[in-house]
């Protein structure tokens, strides 16, 4: 079998990488510009819907988010019915940071894509989808404490 998860993790790691070198100068490090980009995009996202939105578990969100808090890119504010739920918005800073990390974004999945017709970035986006949702099905059953069988 293709070792295909091993060249998702390549690029991933790699893209990550170049993230975080361009992103130092924003003091954004560490994949905290995913949290940001999520949260300005879904302004009062809770942070469970967040950490499953980017398939992180809950102690890696809390620690990015509280990093993203205290560098002020972002704010939290109570919930109008329900005074226990902390709703997210980006600040100011996180909101001028935004369009640098979006356009980062942008110029990555052009570099990526390059020399692929528009078909086949769309086989490629449609196939990616059909194995992420294979793997939620297993981050789902492990993350209620299951375990595989191999």
């Known amino acids: ?86 709703n997210l918005f980006p600040t100011e800073k996180g909101k001028n940071v935004f369009p640098f990390i979006k356009k980062e974004n942008d110029h990555s999945n052009k570099v990526a894509l390059q020399g692929f017709s528009r078909v086949e970035v769309e086989t490629i986006f449609n196939l990616l989808q059909r194995v992420r949702k294979n793997v939620e099905v297993d981050w789902e059953f492990v993350k209620k404490g299951n375990k595989r069988n191999y």
């Open 1 to 86: 079998m293709k070792e295909i998860l091993r060249e998702i993790g390549m690029i991933a790691r790699a893209l990550d990488s170049i993230s975080n070198i361009e992103f130092k100068e924003y003091d954004l490090t560490k994949g905290q510009y995913l949290y940001l980009v999520r949260i300005c995009e879904n302004p009062g996202i809770i942070q469970e819907k967040l950490a499953e939105m980017l398939k992180a578990d809950r102690t890696t969100a809390a620690r990015a988010i509280k990093k993203l808090e205290i560098n002020g890119f972002i704010e939290k504010k109570n919930d109008e019915h329900n005074q226990k739920i902390k």
